[in-house]
């Protein structure tokens, strides 16, 4: 079972994707401690980049962050999350370059502002998620082993997660709607804090997008993650229902915070398709 010392931050990553519950009972226990201190660590990280309003203070964290990880092959770590991980050599056969992408790429674009369209927004937020794939990936089937279709999952399901935010977030300089979608809708940056029936089709155009994207990713047949393979045939199916039902916002928040049978499904076809690939 996972030690106390890190156990706080595997419940700050459960508390953003609770259906990884299920999934925990996937993964052999022998390498099980080790890639969810690896899922903490990327959660630890997506906070830094996402969740600090003040563009220095997150840069701060970020520069700590990069800074840990470039030592921790010789020093072991200092975060506890580190030391879990660099306690075992499959964190050493990583290169570092893989380790520090995602740090860099988080720094890169702290000062982004909204993209211009769908295909931008991707591109941009691709780069710090396709990097955090990189590294899954990389741990859990070897540096060799390709992760374009992890980095698309990745990516696209925190498009799907972002949107969720879409009201806290309307006042921030990255919007989870690019300009040609509010533009085409007749939204203005305003009138994304409250429900109206352009926001509504705006919402809906946007998930069909994201989901035809994460089903063309997820059947690409590359190695996935089981965390990543339950993450991402959630957000499928949350897009989908959501960009169907009458109130999508309603139901993105809805879908997110549901399990059930249909959870565990998905968590064993991710287990069974990562132990396939693996």
């Known amino acids: 079972m996972t030690d106390g010392a890190i156990q706080s931050y595997v419940d700050k990553w459960l508390a953003i994707q609770p259906q990884q519950r299920i999934a925990l009972g996937f993964v052999h226990p022998d390498v ?30 970020l520069q700590w962050w990069a800074e840990e990880l470039s030592g ?28 520090l992408a995602p740090v860099l790429a988080a720094m890169a674009q702290l000062e982004q502002g909204t993209s211009s369209d769908f295909a931008a927004q991707v591109a941009a937020a691709r780069n710090m998620h396709g990097a955090l794939a990189a590294l899954e990936t990389a741990w859990w089937f070897g540096p060799k082993a390709p992760s374009e279709a992890a980095a698309e999952v990745a990516t696209l399901s925190h498009l799907v997660f972002a949107l969720s935010r879409l009201e806290f977030d309307a006042d921030r300089e990255r919007l989870p709607l690019p300009m040609s979608r509010l533009a085409r809708h007749g939204l203005s940056r ?73 959870t565990a499904l998905r968590a064993w076809r991710a287990a069974r398709q990562a132990g396939r690939l693996g």
């Open 32 to 61: 099980r401690d080790e890639r969810v201190a690896l899922a903490a660590l990327e959660q630890e990280l997506i906070s830094s980049a996402y969740g600090i309003r003040e563009p220095q203070v997150a840069a701060a964290k």
């Open 190 to 262: 305003g009138q994304l804090k409250e429900d109206s029936p352009a926001r509504r089709e705006a919402l809906k155009a946007q998930l069909g997008e994201l989901a035809a994207g994460l089903g063309a990713a997820l059947g690409r047949g590359q190695p996935l993650s089981t965390f990543r393979g339950l993450e991402g045939r959630t957000a499928l199916a949350t897009a989908r229902g959501a960009a169907r039902a009458a109130e999508p916002f309603a139901e993105l928040h809805k879908r997110q915070s549901r399990t059930g049978p249909a």
């Open 72 to 99: 921790a092959a010789a020093s072991g770590g200092r975060h506890p999350l580190t030391k879990r991980l660099f306690a075992s050599e499959r964190a050493k056969a990583i290169p570092s370059a893989l380790w």
